[in-house]
C-alpha cells in the first residue's frame, strides 16, 4: 500500500470530497483506500453479507445504516469475512459489535460506534445504489481514502 496523507491529498485536490466528522476507527488497518461498493442496510445486514462474500479486490465496502442505533451492521464474522474475501474496509454509517475481535482483524473498519445487539435478518437492502450521509453522496467506484485525520471521497483514484 502506498503512503498518503488524507491532509496532503486534500491539499493537492481541493475539490475532494471531505465525510463529516463522525466515524471512528476500529479495524486493525486505519490508514486505507480503495474504490467504493456501496451496501443499504436498514437495520438488516443481509446485504452487507451478500456483498463480502463476494471477491473484495481491495475495494471499500461502503455502507449506509441511516445511522440507526438499534442494531450492529457488521460483527466480527463478516469483517473476518470481508478480510478473507480481501476487502480493504467497511465503512459503517450505523454500528458494529465485536469491536474487541475487530480490532485484532488486519482490515480497516469505521462506523459510527458499537452496540451488542445482532441485526434481524429480513432481507432488506440494496448493493450498487448511491449513498448519502455525513455531508457525502458516495456512488460505486469512487474512490475512498481514509487516515487518522478522517476520510475523503474522490472520483479520480488520487494516487496515480
Same mark, same amino acid.
Given at each position: ?32 483506500? #480503495?474504490?467504493?461498493?456501496?451496501? +443499504?442496510? @436498514? ?6 453479507? $451478500?456483498?463480502?462474500? &463476494? ?52 482490515? #480497516?473498519?469505521?462506523?459510527?460506534? +458499537?452496540? @451488542? ?6 432481507? $432488506?437492502?440494496?448493493? &450498487? ?32
Amino acid at each position: 500500500m502506498e503512503n498518503f496523507a488524507t491532509a496532503d491529498l486534500l491539499d493537492q485536490f481541493p475539490e475532494t470530497e471531505v465525510l463529516l466528522p463522525g466515524l471512528s476507527t476500529f479495524g486493525g488497518k486505519p490508514c486505507f483506500y #480503495g474504490q467504493a461498493q456501496t451496501v +443499504t442496510a @436498514p437495520e438488516d445486514n443481509s446485504f452487507v453479507r $451478500k456483498a463480502l462474500e &463476494g471477491p473484495g479486490e481491495n475495494r471499500v465496502l461502503v455502507v449506509d445504516g441511516g445511522g440507526s442505533t438499534l442494531c450492529a451492521l457488521l460483527g466480527d464474522q463478516l469483517a473476518q469475512l470481508a478480510f478473507d474475501n480481501q476487502w480493504a474496509a467497511v465503512i459503517v454509517h450505523g454500528y458494529i459489535r465485536d469491536s474487541q475481535v475487530i480490532a485484532d482483524i488486519p482490515i #480497516g473498519v469505521r462506523a459510527l460506534g +458499537t452496540i @451488542p445487539r445482532r441485526s434481524i435478518k429480513r432481507n $432488506k437492502g440494496s448493493i &450498487g445504489e448511491p449513498v448519502h450521509f455525513l455531508g457525502v453522496t458516495i456512488n460505486p467506484g469512487l474512490w475512498v481514502y481514509a487516515d487518522s485525520d478522517g476520510v475523503i471521497i474522490s472520483k479520480p483514484n488520487l494516487l496515480l
